[in-house]
């Protein structure tokens, strides 16, 4: 199925097109229509899979551009997902000249109203207790809103916004289209579908499995400030032929990309700000052999078919395990062996146990390469592409000089010399900054005291005479004697 079976007009199919997706997800394939029909959809699918262009494409082809006010209204559990929502929305209208604001907290609001009163949005993005805040003050007004989406509905009722969620959806108009979104379907999303919708139409996406037994997984414990050095000694250990280095946000791409070309790697970056010409100018090097180390994000990477590739590099832990299935799949295909190595900082292991509990395979830990393997390894390298030339080299044309230079410098110079030529600088010669990025938020854990005995273990306690805590005779409390104050 293609995106123009979707019922999509040509303005979108050009941002599509433009955007580099090649044929639609699931969801998409499934929610669009349904969607640009009018019917209330609930949609079960991991983040990662394109649920928001699932909901933003027909969004916006259902936009009155003519009317400057707010339209369709996105809520958001989190900030960086709201962000997010809005920029990818936002690049998706383009053609269509789109106004999408996104309001959250954490961010100047008198600078929010201010761009909501200059630039009234078309499409609104905000995150629960921001959009109250703004509702409160009448700055937001949602008297005109036509499409309704809860993104990412479990997180938001798991985080207690619901009683903000109810405030919210009292602001607008009963007679809207409503569409939710969620990873999971606990019977309390679907009260919330039954409460807030009309006769919904629910799409289930299953998760992705993984067939992972060609691709060996590593990770390597590590602090954000070592990640690009460690990345590099293993580069240099390892010798990829063809790799994939994924990198969470465009400006990670845009600095991997730099340093690992300024470490003499032979590498580029694609991300969603390059143009489709720059894109697919970058993905036919790579495929053509040109370039061996191809930086991305998820996004860029999505849809990409790419045979060859013997390495693929997490240097930022996915936030969802879904897209770290995507990621790594772009290994061991046709047969053949392929690696995976994730970095991980110490806050962020967490994630790593989630990833573990989707494939049902654990990640095997991997050692830092020290200075001397890596070394070492540069010197493997370059002493086969030694091999390679001298294959290639009509030596005899080069007798001449080549007796000149023996007699004037010894074998082990000349091959010194050539080895120092041909293999890499070494990495702590080349300083390169890497900009950290925000930590993953911690993942939520149960109560400690949770467990499969009851809620609250220690409440059931009991001792070895069999008597629960709250049943034992409760100790008398020593009490201070009096003491009279002794007059002088």
């Given at each position: 199925?293609?995106?123009?079976?979707?019922?999509?007009?040509?303005?979108?199919?050009?941002?599509?097109?433009?955007?580099?997706?090649?044929?639609?997800t699931p969801i998409q394939a499934k929610t669009i229509p349904l969607v640009l029909s009018g019917?209330?959809?609930?949609?079960?699918?991991?983040?990662?899979?394109?649920k928001t262009a699932a909901f933003g494409l027909p969004l916006l082809q259902k936009i009155d551009y003519s009317r400057r006010e707010i339209q369709a209204l996105v809520i958001s559990?989190?900030?960086?997902?709201?962000?997010?929502?809005?920029?990818?929305?936002?690049?998706?209208?383009?053609?269509?000249?789109?106004?999408?604001?996104?309001?959250?907290?954490?961010?100047n609001i008198v600078r929010q109203i201010k761009q909501l009163k200059n630039y009234p949005p078309h499409i609104l993005v905000g995150t629960p207790g921001r959009l109250l805040d703004h509702l409160q003050r009448g700055t937001v007004n949602l008297s005109k809103v036509k499409t309704l989406v809860l993104d990412e509905a479990d997180e938001m009722l798991d985080m207690g916004f619901l009683d903000d969620i109810n405030k919210i959806i009292a602001q607008i108009p009963k007679k809207r289209q409503t569409l939710l979104f969620s990873a999971t379907m606990p019977p309390a999303i679907l009260k919330v579908g039954k409460r807030f919708m009309n006769h919904p139409e629910?799409?289930?996406?299953?998760?992705?499995?993984?067939?992972?037994?060609?691709?060996?997984?590593?990770?390597?414990?590590?602090?954000?400030?070592?990640?690009?050095?460690v990345m590099t000694r293993i580069l240099d250990v390892q010798a990829p032929e063809l790799t994939i280095v994924f990198g969470r946000t465009k400006r990670r791409v845009d600095e991997l990309s730099r340093g690992l070309v300024a470490r003499?790697?032979?590498?580029?970056?694609?991300h969603g700000d390059l143009s489709q010409q720059q894109r697919s100018a970058v993905l036919k090097k790579f495929r053509d052999g040109d370039l061996d180390i191809l930086v991305a994000t998820d996004v860029a990477a999505r849809g990409l078919d790419i045979s060859g590739v013997s390495h693929?590099?997490?240097?930022?832990?996915?936030?969802?395990?879904?897209?770290?299935?995507?990621?790594?799949?772009?290994?061991?295909?046709?047969?053949?062996?392929?690696?995976?190595?994730?970095?991980?900082?110490?806050?962020?292991?967490d994630y790593l146990r989630v990833i573990e509990k989707l494939t049902r395979k654990r990640m095997i830990p991997m050692r830092p390469p020290t200075a001397k393997e890596a070394f070492n390894g540069q010197m493997e390298s370059a002493i086969r592409e030694i091999d390679n030339l001298i294959s290639r080299t009509d030596t005899d044309k080069y007798s001449d000089q080549?007796?000149?230079?023996?007699?004037?410098?010894?074998?082990?110079?000349?091959?010194a010399a050539l080895l120092n030529t041909v293999s890499r600088e070494d990495a702590s010669s080349v300083p390169v900054k890497i900009?950290?990025?925000?930590p993953l938020p911690r993942r939520k854990r149960a109560n400690r005291h949770d467990n499969r005995y009851g809620k609250n273990r220690k409440r059931n306690y009991r001792d070895r005479s069999g008597k629960r805590k709250d049943q034992r005779p409760k100790k008398k409390q020593a009490t201070k004697p009096k003491y009279k104050i002794r007059k002088r």
């Open positions: 199925m293609n995106f123009s079976d979707l019922g999509l007009d040509n303005q979108l199919l050009e941002a599509v097109k433009r955007t580099g997706f090649e044929e639609p019917i209330d959809v609930i949609g079960q699918a991991q983040t990662g899979t394109g559990p989190t900030r960086e997902l709201a962000i997010q929502t809005q920029e990818e929305i936002f690049k998706l209208g383009k053609e269509k000249l789109v106004k999408v604001q996104a309001v959250f907290g954490g961010a629910i799409v289930k996406i299953k998760n992705q499995q993984l067939t992972a037994d060609l691709v060996d997984q590593f990770f390597v414990k590590v602090r954000e400030n070592e990640k690009f050095d003499s790697y032979n590498a580029a970056g694609i693929v590099y997490n240097y930022d832990i996915p936030q969802d395990p879904e897209s770290y299935v995507h990621r790594i799949g772009r290994t061991g295909r046709a047969g053949h062996q392929g690696i995976s190595v994730t970095f991980v900082t110490p806050n962020e292991m080549a007796n000149e230079l023996l007699n004037e410098y010894s074998t082990l110079d000349l091959a900009t950290p990025e925000r």
